[in-house]
């Protein structure tokens, strides 16, 4: 089992920045790619950035040049630096772990963290 552990949402205008932090703990060495993903009110989860234990990253069209997302493997942890927040970037923001596969095929998601921005 892996447990994440979110931190960095809240309220912020249009044009700030936030950063996202994700602590996983457990059985680490069975989980590979980590990331974030995010829903809105009446929408689906959608991906938003994810970085491989090697450190190759990929984001959702929505975010390039806006988000950074960054791993410390020593620290178990993943962040998400936002900047240029719209009011279209809210939602909650879902920390999730992928089992490194093809022998483990669990995926963890953390409990969620709420970004707000205004106008």
């Known amino acids: 089992q892996v447990q994440l552990v979110e931190s960095g949402g809240g309220l912020v205008q249009a044009g700030g920045s936030l950063r996202l932090s994700c602590v996983a703990s457990?059985?680490?060495?069975?989980?590979?790619?980590m990331g974030w993903y995010r829903q809105a009110p009446g929408k689906q989860r959608d991906l938003v950035a994810t970085i491989t234990r090697g450190g190759s990253a990929n984001y959702a069209d929505s975010v390039k040049g806006r988000f950074t997302i960054s791993r410390d493997n020593a620290k178990d942890t993943v962040y998400l630096q936002m900047n240029s927040l719209n009011p279209q970037d809210t939602a909650v923001y879902y920390c999730?772990?992928?089992?490194?596969?093809?022998?483990?095929?669990?995926?963890?998601w953390g409990q969620g963290t709420q970004v707000t921005v205004s106008s």
């Open positions: 457990g059985s680490i060495f069975s989980i590979n790619a």
């Open positions: 999730n772990a992928a089992g490194n596969r093809p022998v483990y095929t669990l995926d963890y």
